[in-house]
């Protein structure tokens, strides 16, 4: 099976920086997307990695090391609309996904 | 940017009725679509991948049986859960993937499914 994990829960100040972490162990690997889903609505994309490295687009970026199994978002400037669930999931065969469980950010004033 | 959408966008049915889904690439073709669920404050599960043409591929622990996927052209593809039960409620949602860009994928709205 495949297994990503990342943490359930963050919160920060509005106009701070965040840094959500995502590990996985998959069975293969064709790369590594952020998504941002509010709450009832479908997810939207955010990035994709599939070298090591960061990947940045403006406020967000996101860093990839495949031999640790390790990525991460980086949200900066943090703004309420940014206050969502950010889930990893990575393409482990023929662009079939999985997904991290997700970790809700809340952004405070 | 590539739109994908869904049809109804929630639907309320009694237990033991079947209920179709659809799902639409609006200004692209989609040869290869995909089935998620989402329980409440859990992530995306897959279940199904939709192939145009061809027979659907799903993931273990799905059955194909009662969860039927048709292909029918390069920008629709339908899901229908079929007798549906109470714990078949659930937010369901599709992607399409763009072949050209990055391996992106384009999802739908999902609909929201609840049975009675």
């Known amino acids: 099976g495949q297994n990503i994990d990342q943490p359930t829960e963050m919160t920060a100040t509005e106009g701070a920086i965040v840094q959500i972490n995502c590990t996985y162990q998959t069975s293969g690997f064709n790369g590594l997307f952020w998504y941002q889903q509010h709450a009832g609505e479908a997810p939207t994309f955010l990035s994709y990695n599939v070298l090591d490295g960061l990947e940045e687009k403006g406020r967000f970026s996101s860093f990839l090391s495949r031999s640790k199994g390790y990525s991460y978002l980086l949200l900066k400037e943090l703004q309420m609309k940014d206050s969502a669930s950010y889930l990893c999931?990575?393409?482990?065969?023929?662009?079939?996904?999985?997904f991290g469980a997700g970790t809700t950010v809340t952004v405070r004033a | 940017g590539a739109v994908v959408s869904q049809h109804p966008s929630w639907v309320i049915c009694k237990s033991g009725t079947s209920v179709k889904i659809e799902c639409r690439s609006l200004?692209?073709?989609?040869?290869?679509m995909f089935w998620y669920r989402q329980f409440p404050k859990q992530s995306l599960m897959l279940m199904a991948t939709?192939?145009?043409?061809?027979?659907?591929?799903?993931e273990q622990g799905v059955e194909k049986d009662k969860f039927l996927i048709n292909h029918a052209s390069l920008t629709l593809s339908t899901l229908t859960v079929t007798s549906a039960h109470p714990e078949d409620s659930s937010f369901y949602i599709c992607?399409?993937?763009?072949?050209?860009?990055?391996?992106?994928?384009?999802f739908g709205p999902g609909t929201r499914l609840t049975v009675l």
């Open positions: 939709s192939n145009e043409g061809s027979k659907a591929t799903y």
């Open positions: 992607s399409a993937r763009l072949s050209d860009k990055n391996n992106e994928q384009f």
């Open positions: 999931a990575v393409d482990f065969n023929d662009y079939k996904l999985s």
């Open positions: 200004d692209f073709q989609a040869t290869t």
